[in-house]
């Protein structure tokens, strides 16, 4: 099955400046790649996603890229704000399948300090 | 947007007894809906695949006659987490699987807090 590693677990910026998390999945026919913020105690906001037919995409100051070959995929968020503090989890999916279940990474605890 | 209802949004039972938990997607039909399970700054662990009208798919570890999945309608499935321990105290948080033109997506739901005593 589908296997995602994230990193780093933690991270630290300073207020204004750029945050980027990675990650990696296992299995080729994952097509579908979403991220999540989760404050605490909320359930998994969408805050963008990427499919595998396209290498970048960016909506304001939040962009992914994905490459395909290297089963990676990043979220970089760039003139970080103190209301970005949160988890982010990213993930992914077979987004053409009727049973495309989510398998998440582990969580980046994001921190902006002012 | 799609909505994702759950219910209750916070239970707390003792030890022994089970708790059932409903999600509702409020205004779409749902074939597939699937049921994670989060420990405090952990992630969520898928635990199963609810599928109306026939039998959940769980995912490895995860007992099936401890967690009972009910999907018995196209916007109605529920988890009943049955004899409950305290290891079993989580967030469970659904999700629902809306079919677009392209592809599909899921919507989760707010999430439900057990604290078994």
């Known amino acids: 099955g589908e296997n995602v590693e994230q990193h780093p677990s933690t991270l630290s910026v300073q207020e204004g400046d750029s945050a980027v998390i990675k990650c990696t999945y296992s299995d080729s026919a994952s097509n579908y790649f979403p991220w999540y913020k989760q404050e605490l105690g909320k359930r998994p906001q969408l805050i963008i996603d990427i499919r595998s037919n396209v290498g970048e995409k960016k909506d304001q100051r939040i962009a992914v890229t994905l490459n395909k070959t290297a089963k990676h995929f990043s979220l970089h968020i760039t003139e970080t704000q103190p209301e970005d503090s949160a988890v982010y989890f990213c993930?992914?999916?077979?987004?053409?399948?009727?049973?495309?279940?989510?398998?998440f990474g582990s969580g980046t605890r994001l921190s902006i300090r002012p | 947007g799609a909505v994702v209802s759950q219910h209750p949004s916070w239970v707390i039972c003792k030890s022994g007894t089970s708790v059932k938990i409903e999600c509702r997607s409020l205004d779409f039909q749902a074939t597939t809906m699937f049921w994670y399970r989060q420990f405090p700054k952990q992630s969520l662990m898928l635990m199963a695949t609810s599928n109306e009208g026939s039998k959940a798919t769980y995912e490895q570890g995860v007992e099936k006659d401890k967690f009972l999945i009910n999907h018995a309608s196209l916007t109605l499935s529920t988890l009943t987490v049955t004899s409950a321990h305290p290891e079993d105290s989580s967030f469970y948080i659904c999700?629902?699987?809306?079919?677009?033109?392209?592809?599909?997506?899921?919507?989760f739901g707010p999430g439900t807090r057990l604290t078994v005593t």
């Open positions: 993930a992914a999916s077979n987004g053409d399948s009727s049973a495309s279940k989510i398998i």
């Open positions: 999700s629902a699987l809306r079919g677009l033109a392209e592809a599909y997506e899921q919507y």
